[in-house]
């Protein structure tokens, strides 16, 4: 008589099943994070193009109109600052503030110099 043995046994199918759920667990884990990743250089970008935008409508204005003020775009928010240099030249700060995915805070910063036209 032969002994014919066909199927797996329940060892087998119990280590299949925990390969794949270990398998499965770590494939959503990475998406997961590269999905934070995404998100927060996305949010990132847009602080950038923020403040940019903030610091062109500082230079696009004359000299005596500069002055501080806030601003809030969506969920950033931030602030225009200015402050006397020296004689003739003004610092502007723009600083965009947002919170991360993981709920810190970030912030970027821009600073430049404008000269008072004569």
Known sequence: M??????????????GTM????AFTCSIV???????VITDTSNFLKAICIANQQMESAKSLKYD????????INKFKGDVSIKNYEDGLK??????KWT???????????????????
């Open 19 to 22: 390969l794949f759920t270990v």
């Open 30 to 36: 990475i998406l997961n994070k590269g999905l934070v």
């Open 2 to 15: 032969k002994n014919n043995q066909t199927g797996m046994t329940l060892i087998e199918l119990i280590l």
């Open 91 to 96: 610092e502007v700060i723009v600083t965009t």
């Open 65 to 72: 109109e500069l002055k501080n003020h806030p601003f809030v």
């Open 100 to 118: 991360g995915s993981v709920g810190l805070p970030k912030r970027i910063r821009l600073v430049t110099l404008i000269a008072k036209k004569e």
